[in-house]
Nanobody, 122 residues
Framework: QLQAYGGGLVQAGGSLRLSCAAS????????MGWFRQAPGKEREFVAA????????YYADSVKGRFTISRDNAKNTVYLQMNSLKPEDTAVYYC?????????????????WGQGTQVTVSS
């Protein structure tokens, strides 16, 4: 079970920190990812992090502005979003990838949270 939270309304240039809490004892064995979906658009990759945080991956559109991190002791993955733009407006989802490999496509992820809305006003 994944529970994402921390979304909200923010002005352009502002920051938000999303969190995703996982239940279960095997969180540290999963690759974790963040995706987003804007109205009328397909779900797109935002960021991913390896099991022990050694590797992180970002979509070009968020590179340098967003940071993914995780705390395996707290079974939580984070997405720090800075310098937000109106085009970042979307529902953000966290997802777990059980194979332990990096993927950027939604169909490779095995378990999804319910999503949290991020709205950036201009």
């Amino acid at each position: 079970q994944l529970q994402a939270y921390g979304g909200g309304l923010v002005q352009a240039g502002g920051s938000l920190r999303l969190s995703c809490a996982a239940s279960g004892r095997t969180f540290s064995s999963y690759y974790m990812g963040w995706f987003r979906q804007a109205p009328g658009k397909e779900r797109e990759f935002v960021a991913a992090i390896s099991r022990r945080s050694g590797n992180t991956y970002y979509a070009d559109s968020v590179k340098g502005r967003f940071t993914i991190s995780r705390d395996n002791a707290k079974n939580t993955v984070y997405l720090q979003m800075n310098s937000l733009k109106p085009e970042d407006t979307a529902v953000y989802y966290c997802a777990a990838q059980f194979s332990g490999l990096y993927y950027s496509t939604p169909d490779k992820y095995d378990n999804w949270g319910q999503g949290t809305q991020v709205t950036v006003s201009s």
